[in-house]
T-cell receptor, first 114, second 112 residues
Framework: GAVVSQHPSRVICKSGTSVKIECRSL??????MFWYRQFPKQSLMLMAT?????????EQGVEKDKFLINHASLTLSTLTVTSAHPEDSSFYIC??????????FGEGSWLTVV | QKEVEQDPGPLSVPEGAIVSLNCTYS??????FMWYRQYSRKGPELLMY????GNKEDGRFTAQVDKSSKYISLFIRDSQPSDSATYLC????????????FGTGTSLTVIP
């Protein structure tokens, strides 16, 4: 199957700093990638849809200035959590659709804000 | 009403049991159906992908789609402790490209 890679898998940052998470499609081009947040024992919550070469589309309630998304190439999307606070601590997952109607997920990134 | 309903469990079975996981949906336009397995602290991994109605088998896993009842199932035969994970169903319409709808996930524990 298609491969979607995320980096870093775990990151700890201090409150008030910014942290960037990368999502790469390794063996296909992705014009669209998705970013999710997942709290323990809860389902995926779609945060935003990342579109190559254009602005991301954010879901209702997600602060676009807080969660900056950049999709600069067909294989890379980045999520930057700005001025992170402890309540931003979560599991962030990206996904992409190689073709057709199957979605592939990255391995996820654990963010801990201390 | 949610687009996709899935019993969150938790479901606990003895090793070797047959497991049945299910999702119901309300949108008759859904054509593509997927099952994902998510281990703790990992991203979801695609297990099965089915188009329209019918069955699909892959090793110990069988995916079943009943569009008339708007009901999909994932069966796991001879369950193993390594099958312990959360199982998510997902589906999409034929021509909406990027819109996917997920169940909330069912937590499964297979007891040795």
């Amino acid at each position: 199957g298609a491969v979607v890679s995320q980096h870093p898998s775990r990151v700890i940052c201090k409150s008030g700093t910014s942290v960037k998470i990368e999502c790469r499609s390794l063996d296909f081009q992705a014009t669209t990638m998705f970013w999710y947040r997942q709290f323990p024992k809860q389902s995926l919550m779609l945060m935003a849809t990342s579109n190559e070469g254009s602005k991301a589309t954010y879901e209702q309630g997600v602060e676009k200035d807080k969660f900056l998304i950049n999709h600069a190439s067909l294989t890379l999307s980045t999520l930057t959590v700005t001025s992170a606070h402890p309540e931003d601590s979560s599991f962030y997952i990206c996904s992409a659709i190689p073709q057709g109607h199957t979605i592939y997920f990255g391995e996820g990134s654990w963010l801990t804000v201390v | 009403q949610k687009e996709v309903e899935q019993d969150p469990g938790p479901l606990s079975v003895p090793e070797g049991a047959i497991v049945s996981l299910n999702c119901t949906y309300s949108n008759s336009a859904f054509q593509y159906f997927m099952w994902y397995r998510q281990y703790s602290r990992k991203g979801p991994e695609l297990l099965m992908y089915t188009y329209s109605s019918g069955n699909k088998e892959d090793g110990r896993f069988t995916a079943q789609v009943d569009k008339s009842s708007k009901y999909i199932s994932l069966f796991i035969r001879d369950s193993q402790p390594s099958d312990s994970a959360t199982y998510l169903c997902a589906m999409s319409e034929a021509d909406t490209g990027n819109q996917f709808y997920f169940g909330t996930g069912t937590s499964l524990t297979v007891i040795p």
